[in-house]
Every structure is written in structure tokens, then in C-alpha cells.
């Protein structure tokens, strides 16, 4: 679900987030339009937007964990997890955590990857959030709700900065898990997908 579709149509605020994302053509391949964040990290007004947002959606949900997906949702985790009153865990990739981990692979719109986490880092039946920046294909998200029920959590929800606009049409499922969306990508170009 988009942030528009739940409440926030007409909020200022989401206009802030889009115009603050740089859009990179054919990046990290032809036909693919990356959605930058690292141009709305540097607008602090928009960058609060983003975390004031996720904060008054699940402040009241009982989340004792958000889980950010490597690398761009360790920036969006952590001030929502100390914001909500929850413990963040990093979803990360291979070699990366010390200790006992489970890993999943998964699909991009370019290529596989692979996230693991840590085994110590779950308690049986913990409230997740999973965050990331983006949603394409839904293939790092299911990934990451693969792994955080293998560690025994009860993943709530996943939330995104930016999901393609085939997330709002409900043609993607996340393994039966809802998304919660801010933005629309910028200049989006079907050869994305």
C-alpha cells in the first residue's frame, strides 16, 4: 500500500521525499533507472519527512524489531527502531556477521544475491518490521521475510521508501506480507523492471 492510499494524499511532506531523489539513467545497468537516496540524505527537512512518517505508522503496532536490509535500510532502521522503542537488526550480505547466521538467496532485476542474519539476534515470535529503501521485484524483501520467520519473528510488515508503481496494481506479493510505500519512483522507466 502507498502512503497516499492510507491517509496521506495531499501531504506535503511526500512531495519533499520524491523531489529529493535523484534519479541515475542505465545505473547499474542499461535500462535500469536508479532511484538515488543518497541526494535526499542530504536534505535533512526530507530525510526527517521519511523517518517522521514510518515512526507515527508504527509507533503503536508493537514492533520489537525493525530489520534493515543491507546497506541502504541500516540508514532508515536504526532511528525508527530507537523512535518505536525497538532493538535493530542488520540483514546482511555474505561474510559480513560473526557467529552462527542462516542465509537466504535471492533474485534482483539484475542479477542474485544472498542476506543472512543472525541467529542470536531473534527471540521466538519478536513483532518485525522489515525496511529497506526500495522495492522492484519484491525479491530482497521475500528474501528477507524468508529469513527473519526462519529465526523464529513474526514479520508485521514491510516499508519502503520508494516502490514501482507495480507494488500499487498489487501484481507482486510479498509472501502474504502487507508494504507500506511512501513514494512512486521519479522519471520511472519501464525497462526497470
Given at each position: 500500500?502507498?502512503?497516499?492510499?492510507?491517509?496521506?494524499?495531499?501531504?506535503?511532506?511526500?512531495?519533499?521525499?520524491?523531489?529529493a531523489?535523484?534519479?541515475?539513467?542505465?545505473?547499474?545497468?542499461?535500462?535500469?533507472?536508479?532511484?538515488?537516496?543518497?541526494?535526499?540524505?542530504?536534505d535533512?527537512?526530507?530525510?526527517?519527512?521519511?523517518?517522521?512518517?514510518?515512526?507515527?505508522?508504527?509507533?503503536?503496532?508493537?514492533?520489537?524489531?525493525?530489520?534493515?536490509?543491507?546497506a541502504?535500510?541500516?540508514?532508515?532502521?536504526?532511528?525508527?527502531?530507537?523512535?518505536?522503542?525497538?532493538?535493530?537488526?542488520p540483514?546482511?550480505?555474505?561474510?559480513?556477521?560473526?557467529?552462527?547466521?542462516?542465509?537466504?538467496?535471492?533474485?534482483?532485476?539484475?542479477?542474485?544475491?544472498?542476506?543472512?542474519?543472525?541467529?542470536?539476534?531473534?527471540?521466538?515470535?519478536?513483532?518485525?518490521?522489515?525496511?529497506?529503501?526500495?522495492?522492484?521485484?519484491?525479491?530482497?524483501?521475500?528474501?528477507?521475510?524468508?529469513?527473519?520467520?526462519?529465526?523464529g519473528?513474526?514479520?508485521?510488515?514491510?516499508?519502503?521508501?520508494?516502490?514501482?508503481?507495480?507494488?500499487?496494481e498489487?501484481?507482486?506479493?510479498?509472501?502474504?506480507?502487507?508494504?507500506?510505500?511512501?513514494?512512486?519512483?521519479?522519471?520511472?522507466?519501464?525497462?526497470?523492471?
Amino acid at each position: 500500500m502507498f502512503a497516499v492510499e492510507n491517509g496521506l494524499q495531499g501531504d506535503p511532506r511526500l512531495k519533499v521525499i520524491s523531489d529529493a531523489i535523484r534519479v541515475i539513467p542505465h545505473f547499474p545497468k542499461t535500462g535500469i533507472m536508479f532511484q538515488d537516496i543518497t541526494t535526499l540524505l542530504l536534505d535533512p527537512v526530507a530525510f526527517k519527512h521519511v523517518i517522521d512518517i514510518f515512526v507515527d505508522r508504527y509507533k503503536h503496532m508493537h514492533i520489537s524489531l525493525v530489520a534493515g536490509v543491507e546497506a541502504r535500510g541500516f540508514i532508515f532502521g536504526p532511528p525508527i527502531a530507537l523512535a518505536i522503542g525497538a532493538k535493530f537488526v542488520p540483514l546482511r550480505k555474505p561474510g559480513k556477521l560473526p557467529g552462527r547466521v542462516i542465509s537466504e538467496e535471492y533474485e534482483l532485476e539484475y542479477g542474485s544475491d544472498r542476506l543472512e542474519i543472525s541467529v542470536e539476534a531473534v527471540k521466538y515470535d519478536e513483532r518485525a518490521l522489515i525496511i529497506d529503501d526500495l522495492v522492484a521485484t519484491g525479491g530482497t524483501l521475500s528474501a528477507s521475510i524468508n529469513l527473519l520467520e526462519r529465526a523464529g519473528a513474526e514479520v508485521v510488515e514491510c516499508a519502503c521508501v520508494v516502490g514501482v508503481p507495480k507494488f500499487k496494481e498489487g501484481q507482486c506479493k510479498l509472501k502474504g506480507k502487507p508494504l507500506y510505500v511512501l513514494v512512486e519512483p521519479s522519471q520511472f522507466d519501464e525497462l526497470a523492471l
